[in-house]
Nanobody, 114 residues
């Protein structure tokens, strides 16, 4: 069973940056597109960025130009670089297979506030 461990979240002021990391227990990145999701209380989890097995990336419109997804297949790790953070980016961030998620990790909390 694949397990995901997210890290790198924290408290940041608007305009700040954070880099999230997600380590997977298996060689999942070689075969599946991977994604970063986020969830706020009372709302559905949403996919904000994804990267395919060959490195093609996608980001949702609300974070375009600010978030960048990348991966290191040898380390079974996927990253989310978040710049120019806004209060509306506050959420718990999770990684998983993009579009076909399996079991969820604990996520990492990102709080953007002045």
């Amino acid at each position: 069973q694949v397990r995901f461990v997210e890290s790198g979240g924290g408290f940041v002021q608007p305009g700040g940056s954070l880099r999230l990391s997600c380590a997977a227990s298996g060689s999942i990145f070689s075969f599946y597109p991977m994604g970063w999701y986020r969830q706020v209380p009372g709302k559905q989890r949403e996919l904000v960025a994804s990267i395919t097995d060959i490195g093609i990336t996608y980001v949702t419109n609300s974070v375009k130009g600010r978030f960048t997804i990348s991966k290191n297949t040898a380390k079974n790790t996927v990253y989310l670089q978040m710049n120019s953070l806004k209060p509306e980016d506050t959420a718990v961030y999770y990684c998983n297979r993009a579009g076909d998620p399996v079991s969820w990790g604990q996520g990492t909390q990102v709080t953007v506030s002045s």
